[in-house]
């Protein structure tokens, strides 16, 4: 089922959690709603669900418009941060909660919740207690408590918060390929930017409830459309500098800016892989020193400090790195050699970039 | 500090320069922000900040620096600052870029009469809730009224275990050790005047129609009310109250009303054992210091003691049960956020339910008295 939102608007006493939000989940879609906490991602989604009345604005799931239907007349699945089992019910009693309120028949019951736990992997599990069970266990008996109505869309807020690293990377697995088997409507919340990259299709980044953008995982993390999306989604360095002569000019590093004016202060941002270094200082124009080394597994981190006290971060394949023989405190030279122009905190996604426009460029060593 | 490192300071030179230098870092960059603050700038002419003798500079530090330089600027002066280290730079450049939020953030300082409008309008917001979950309970109510099949048997028998059977042994304990004190001071005055079968009197009427049903109520808010509070508490932090009402239950109807329909019967039943056990502590006593026996304080007890002041006292019970459960779950609708939250709102369960129990005990013995009861 589609579900689309148009102006959500949301405000606890002088507080607002969301401000005017519009945007659409199409059918069969698995939809990642990103941002750090605080923005308001959560309440979008419990206003979606119908447990927060909106304080303005309109929700419609599959083009009938929800806001006056009480939340299950809305027949969405939720799944919460803390599994929120039901203690004293054991995994099957859980799992068939909602169905004996719909007030199914026994055998019926019987038959979806082997079918579901089939579907979890959660065999032979159904007559443990939630507290017998292990946090990546818990939530999938939260998703098959939720999925076991046969909700027309899927809920689910901060999924896989609760459980370890190794355990969440299955679940983020699993949850896609359950997502690719019964291709229901989905929707998640999540502030970590890694798991929505890898379990969307598409990503809506919230701040501070406003929607900053909405779009592919490639699109918002190679073009963001604001400085707030450019700094969440992955690592960038960013620096600011004011324009002189048709150049955004950060200490010796400059930055081709045409058509701003001169005077105006920019932020240019650019990924670490971004930033070559080498350790035979004629090789780039750029000197530095090297100040630290990072190792993260499948590459390294190298920090520099140029001599203006910028510092910046570098990103190097193990190959590269063991080509070159780094000693933290040698001097370097690097070069920026892809950069964008950010456009300024507030001002929206006024500045249309794309690579190679002349905002956006490669540059030269 | 580093002794390398001066002093920030300030100065304006010759009306064209202001000359920076220093530590300009938290918290040392207090006494310029001061003399920034008193700084008349020359009207309407070129104004050169000289920042390269900064040499320490935090956002602090850029903060007043921008701050200084905003209000040059509305001044009319035409402001540059030159020298500023490129790092130092990227502070300013941050700072000014976050300018807007961050006074936005800074809530502006409010006088008396605006924090006390800000406190009744909270107030009446709490009322507000306060009536709102009162209403939703009596229409809950109504509800398991017209279909009684609605009511969570188990739950209700359950609460009714928890609360009225485990909490016999402290309730009666107590109304004895009270039954006992209570007659302990009045032998002390009886004795002086020879009119010790009047213990009787003391212990009956006083017990029956007043302690009892208080130190029952004070104990079941302690134990139960407060125990309301925790549980709905966590159950909301844990996300259950909101999971339930995805599966079109209402919290209210499934968690308060058994709660408060197990304590209605639980605390009057509760209120008699207490009585009581409160009278044989007076009677233990009795016989003990005043020479009073058992037989003729039971026969006394029989003509001094009118019904009624037992029924008045277990009259009240039910009353408290309702004022103590809506209470408990009230507060434990009311936790937000985090576990934090839950020790508060216990804590303020009990207070308030111990303080309308009170209030409305003592509102009873004024009408009563009025109507010679």
Redesign the interface.
């Known amino acids: 089922m589609k579900i689309e939102v148009r102006g959500l608007t949301k405000t606890f006493g002088s507080a607002t959690a969301v401000g005017g939000v519009s945007f659409v989940v199409n059918e069969g879609e698995l939809l990642g709603l990103l941002g750090p906490s605080g923005s308001g991602k959560t309440t979008v989604l ?1 206003l979606i ?1 119908g ?1 927060e009345v909106p304080t303005a604005g309109d929700i419609f799931i599959d083009g009938k418009r929800v806001n006056d239907l ?3 007349e809305r027949n ?3 799944v ?7 203690k004293h019910l054991t995994v099957f009693d859980n799992i068939a ?2 169905l004996k ?1 719909k007030k199914w028949n026994r055998r019926d019951i019987d038959q979806r919740i082997t079918e579901l736990l089939a579907l979890m992997s959660l065999e032979g599990l159904g007559g443990r207690y939630p507290h017998q069970l292990s946090g990546g266990q818990r939530q999938r008996v939260a998703i098959a408590r ?1 999925l076991a109505p046969r909700p027309s869309v899927l809920l689910m807020d901060e999924p896989f918060g609760a459980v370890d690293a190794k355990v969440r990377q299955e679940l983020r697995e699993w949850l896609i390929r359950l997502h690719t088997d019964l291709n229901v409507t989905s929707l998640f919340v999540t502030h970590d930017q890694e798991e929505a990259m890898e379990v969307s299709g598409r990503i809506i980044v919230f701040s501070k409830g406003k929607l900053e953008q909405a779009g592919s995982p490639a699109d918002v993390y190679e073009e963001p459309a604001t400085e707030f999306v450019a700094r969440f989604i992955g690592s960038m360095n960013i ?2 500098g004011v324009v002189r002569h048709g150049q955004v000019q ?2 010796s590093l400059e930055f081709p800016a045409p058509g701003f004016s001169d005077g105006q ?1 920019l ?1 240019v941002g650019f990924r670490p892989y971004y930033v070559k270094v080498a350790e035979d200082p004629a090789r780039y124009r750029q000197q530095a020193k090297l100040r630290h080394i990072y190792f993260l597994g499948v590459a390294y981190r190298l920090e520099i400090e140029t001599p ?4 910046l971060r570098s990103r190097m394949n193990k190959e590269e790195f063991r080509r070159c023989h780094f000693t933290v405190g040698q001097a370097v030279s690097f070069a920026v050699t892809h950069f964008r122009i950010l456009p ?3 001002a929206g996604p006024a500045i249309e970039a794309k690579p190679g426009s002349p905002i956006a460029g490669p540059l030269t060593p | 500090m580093d002794d390398r490192v001066q002093q920030a300071a300030v100065s304006l030179v010759e009306g064209r320069t202001l000359r920076c230098r220093g530590a300009w870092t938290m918290p040392d960059v207090a006494p310029v922000e001061r003399a920034l603050r008193r700084m008349t700038w020359p009207a309407r002419s070129a104004l050169v900040f000289e920042a390269s003798g900064i040499e320490a500079f935090d956002t602090g530090g850029a903060v007043v620096l921008y701050r200084a330089l905003m209000e040059a600027r509305r001044q009319g002066c035409e402001v540059s600052i030159q020298g500023l ?3 130092y ?2 502070l300013m ?2 700072v ?3 300018w ?2 961050m006074v936005a953030e800074v809530a502006p300082r409010q006088n008396g009469s605006e924090r006390f409008r800000a406190s009744i309008r909270n107030r009446v917001a709490q009322g507000a809730g306060a009536l709102e979950f009162l209403g939703e309970s009596a229409t809950a109510l109504v509800r398991l009224v017209a279909s009684p099949r609605r009511l969570r048997w188990r739950s209700c028998l359950n609460s009714l275990r928890l609360d009225g059977v485990h909490a016999l042994p402290i309730t009666g304990l107590l109304t004895f050790l009270i039954g006992v004190v209570i007659a302990y001071q009045g032998a002390e005055q009886l004795r002086k005047f020879g009119t010790n079968i009047f213990i009787v009197d003391l212990v009956g009427i006083s017990l029956l129609r007043e302690i009892a049903p208080l130190i029952a109520a004070i104990l079941i808010a302690g134990r139960s009310g407060s125990a309301y509070a925790a549980q709905i508490g966590t159950m909301k ?4 109250l ?2 339930l ?5 209402s919290p209210i109807e499934l968690l308060v009303l058994p709660r408060v329909l197990a304590l209605v019967v639980a605390l009057p039943l509760l209120t008699a054992y207490a009585d009581v056990l409160g009278v044989f502590g007076g009677m233990l006593i009795a016989s003990n210091q005043l020479n009073v026996s058992f037989t003729a304080f039971l026969s006394r007890f029989e003509e001094a003691v009118a019904l009624r002041h037992m029924l008045i006292g277990l009259g009240k019970a039910p009353f408290f049960a309702v004022i103590i459960a809506l209470v408990g779950c009230y507060q434990g609708f009311q936790i937000r956020g985090g576990v934090d939250d839950v020790g508060r709102h216990t804590t303020i369960s009990v207070v308030q339910s111990i303080f309308l129990v009170i209030i409305f005990d003592a509102i009873c013995s004024i009408l009563l008295n009025w109507w010679n009861l």
């Open positions: 419990r669900a447990l009480t939340v299950q969405i699945g939720f919460f941060q803390h599994y929120a089992l039901f909660f909602g309120i939720a620096v600011a950060v200490g202060t932020q203006d006290g910028l510092i300024q905190e507030g | 280290r490129p790092d730079a990227q450049s941050l000014s870029s976050h807007a939020a932090v844990t996300e259950e909101d999971a009402q995805t599966f079109g239950l």
